[in-house]
């Protein structure tokens, strides 16, 4: 069964406008940690957002938001003011624990064109 | 801060071949270090994830005698493909998690592009 779940293999915005990628996720640790990451069209990983099961308020970084519905285990990711250089692939994963320590686990990605 | 450098970003190598990908984290030491694998268009795959001074623990269906991990320091991690075939073509990347840094991102290489002809 997939853990991490990104039903949005592309998406569109226009500049400066709002965008949310979506992500859904499953598991039975009480204890996790979810992720989004970015990853431009030259390859490296870059991390945008942490959101920790036990914490209470929704995380921000700066023009990124992490909306986090525990009940129905999802932590979409917003983007404010859509720029140009956000279009990227967009990679939504999971932190568990896993035998000797933990795994991370990686969604197939949504991929954002944002319009100008 | 928190910088992870790998080296090479791109190597071709004959198919019978092992080459050597290093991950470095430069200003910080790392506790744990992982190793993923990317297909073109599709998402990471965590191949294994390696301690120092202790073998690394891999994926199910990772080859461990094909793809030798070796952490021998706190900020030096390297994955060996030995023996490469064309179907070992792909995008590697490593990523470092921060020594006492439980609950944070991991910081991620430039990856390497490994093409076997």
């Known amino acids: 069964a997939q853990k991490i779940t990104q039903t949005q293999p592309g998406m569109f915005v226009q500049e400066k406008e709002a965008v949310t990628l979506d992500c859904t996720y499953d598991?039975?640790?009480?204890?996790?940690?979810l992720f989004w990451y970015k990853q431009p069209s030259s390859g490296e990983m870059i991390f945008l957002i942490y959101q920790g099961s036990y914490d209470q308020q929704n995380a921000t970084e700066g023009r990124y938001s992490l909306n986090f519905q525990k009940a129905r285990k999802s932590a979409n990711l917003v983007i404010s003011a859509s720029q140009l250089g956000d279009s990227a692939m967009y990679f939504c994963a999971m932190r568990e624990v896993s035998t000797g320590g933990f795994k991370t686990i990686f969604g197939a990605g949504t991929r954002l064109f944002v319009k100008a | 801060g928190a910088v992870v450098s790998q080296h090479p970003s791109r190597v071709i190598c004959k198919s019978g071949t092992s080459v050597k990908i290093e991950c470095r984290s430069l200003?910080?030491?790392?506790?744990?270090m992982f190793w993923y694998r990317q297909f073109p268009k599709q998402s990471l795959m965590l191949m294994a994830t390696?301690?120092?001074?202790?073998?690394?623990?891999?994926e199910q269906g990772v080859e461990k005698d094909k793809f030798l991990i070796n952490h021998a320091s706190l900020t030096l991690s390297t994955l060996t493909v030995t023996s490469a075939h064309p179907e070992d073509s792909s995008f590697y990347i490593c990523s470092a998690q921060r020594r006492g840094t439980a609950n944070y991102g991991y910081t991620f290489g430039s990856g390497t592009r490994l093409t076997v002809v």
């Open positions: 598991t039975s640790d009480p204890s996790y940690g």
């Open positions: 200003d910080f030491q790392a506790t744990t």
């Open positions: 390696s301690n120092e001074g202790s073998k690394a623990t891999y």
